[in-house]
């Protein structure tokens, strides 16, 4: 596994809708090890708005800013 893969299937559930799912593999990506690349954030942050997470969005906005 790599940031690719992490990204791939972060992406996946984010245009789909799923938030909740989106953001526990980012969550766990990190955990393992793994740093997040612009592609990632770009698809979590898209994820948050579209389910209307703007405070978690703008958090890991926060962190990466």
């Not at 972060?10 to 592609?39: D, Q, W």
Request: hydrophobic residues 45%; contains cysteine.
């Amino acid at each position: 596994m790599n940031v690719l893969f992490w990204t791939g299937m972060i992406t996946g559930y984010s245009t789909h809708g799923f938030a909740s799912e989106a953001i526990k593999l980012l969550k766990n990506m990190v955990r393992k090890g793994f740093v997040p690349n612009e592609v990632t954030f770009v698809s979590v942050l898209s994820v948050c708005s579209r389910c209307g997470l703007i405070e978690q969005g703008m958090q890991y906005f926060d962190n990466i800013a």
